[in-house]
Structures are given as C-alpha cells and as structure tokens.
C-alpha cells in the first residue's frame, strides 16, 4: 500500500471551526479530527485500520485499500499542520491481529519527527508487546495532559475545569429537508466537559444523536464544519 498525495485538501481544514475551552482553542477539521495550535497536537478517534483485514479473514469480500483514504488524509493533515504530537483516542486496530497492522507500522515509522500516542479502546486488544514494539506511545485508560483527559470512551463524570476529549460512539446527525428526505451526517458532540469526536475511519458507522439531546452538535458537511446546535460552556 502507498500513500501519495493524490487528492487536494480545501483550506477549511486548515481553518477549522473554532471552539475554546477554559482559554484553550481548538479547531474542529473537516477532515473529523482536532488541531490543537498551541500545543501543535492532532486528536483523532476510531481510525480502526485493519478492519479490512479483519473481515477478509472471516471470509467477507471486503476491497484491500479500503483504509488508503483514511491513509491518506492522516497524510495531508500531517504534512500541513506539522504536528509534534498525535494522539489517537482509541480503536486505531480493528480487533485481532492481520497483516494490516504491518502497514500501519510501517505508515507511523515514516514520521519519526512525531510522538504517536494510543490510548487503547475497546478494540484495541492486541498483544501488549504489539502496542510495545510500535511507534507508540500507550495509555491504557486516559491521557491527562493539561486541561484536557484524553479518553476512549467517556468519563462517568465530568471533571470541573477539565475538558474529556474522547471517541467511541462514531457520533452522527441526521438533517431532514422540506420533502422528508434525510441526511446523516457526521458530527462533534459536546456535553458536560466532554467532547465527542466523529469516527476518522471511512469503514466505520455513525450512532444518530437526535436534535432533542442536550448539548452542543457541530456537523461535518464534507466542505466546512457547521454548528447544528449550541449552548453556553460551562469549563
């Protein structure tokens, strides 16, 4: 699998929504990922690479460059923001092993200018000396780094004056039109100091979060990022 740059990112991505915590400002991307200027960190959740791999072995037909797009995006944002740090919160690998976890070892040693963190999710249940042995670095259940908890799933409770970034439930919202058709679109949730990123992962699907939930509900239209939903902070 290779990874050239084959496709133009809009400059949306770069500029972002942006969204600020206690002081802090983070810009939601197009591309369903969180650039965190200051501290020169990018957020992603549930990439899950190799679940590709994982259904072939169970004998479903499923195409073998089906992550190369996710590949590649990871590729873009990282040649135009330049991170010092990644952090991916949780599901980057698919469940049990397959040789797809070769190719994600071999895409993070291609960025040795980069500290990759994992902190592990649900499917993340390979070997401990996989994680060990990979360029990165591993968080079993949280990442606490300055105002922030980075997690997979959320906190049972909120942390007053820390912000929960995590994944986990592939948050999505569905628009509705004048003729009843509808759209599903992903989103970033925010409620009670937590903060919800959309699925990166093209192989993944999308949980609805319905309009009456109360909360903050920014859409990922495919060109900009556009708030559904907003209420006062309370961080």
Wanted: contains cysteine; proline residues 5%; aromatic residues 12%.
């Amino acid at each position: 699998m290779t990874f050239k740059r084959s496709i133009k990112l809009n400059k949306i991505i770069i500029e972002g929504f942006k969204w600020s915590f206690g002081g802090e400002m983070l810009k939601f991307l197009n591309e369903k990922a969180i650039w965190i200027e200051n501290e020169k960190t990018l957020l992603l959740a549930d990439t899950h690479f190799g679940k590709a791999g994982h259904f072939r072995k169970a004998g479903i037909p499923v195409p073998e460059n089906i992550h190369l797009h996710d590949y590649i995006r990871l590729d873009h944002l990282i040649h135009l923001l330049d991170p010092v740090m990644v952090v991916f919160l949780g599901d980057l690998f698919h469940s049990e092993y397959n040789t797809d976890w070769e190719t994600l070892n071999t895409y993070l040693t291609r960025h040795p200018q980069i500290d990759f963190h994992l902190v592990k999710g649900n499917h993340d249940i390979l070997n401990e000396e996989k994680y060990l042995s990979a360029k990165l670095i591993l968080h079993h259940q949280r990442f606490n780094r300055f105002n922030f908890i980075f997690t997979h799933e959320p906190l049972p409770l909120s942390v007053p004056g820390k912000l929960n970034i995590c994944g986990h439930f592939h948050p999505g919202i569905t628009l509705k039109g004048r003729g009843k058709q509808g759209l599903k679109l992903p989103c970033y949730f925010y409620r009670d100091n937590c903060l919800i990123l959309p699925a990166f992962g093209s192989f993944t699907g999308l949980m609805n979060i319905g309009l009456d939930k109360d909360g903050e509900i920014y859409a990922v239209t495919g060109q900009k990022v556009i708030p559904i939903k907003i209420k006062n902070k309370v961080g």
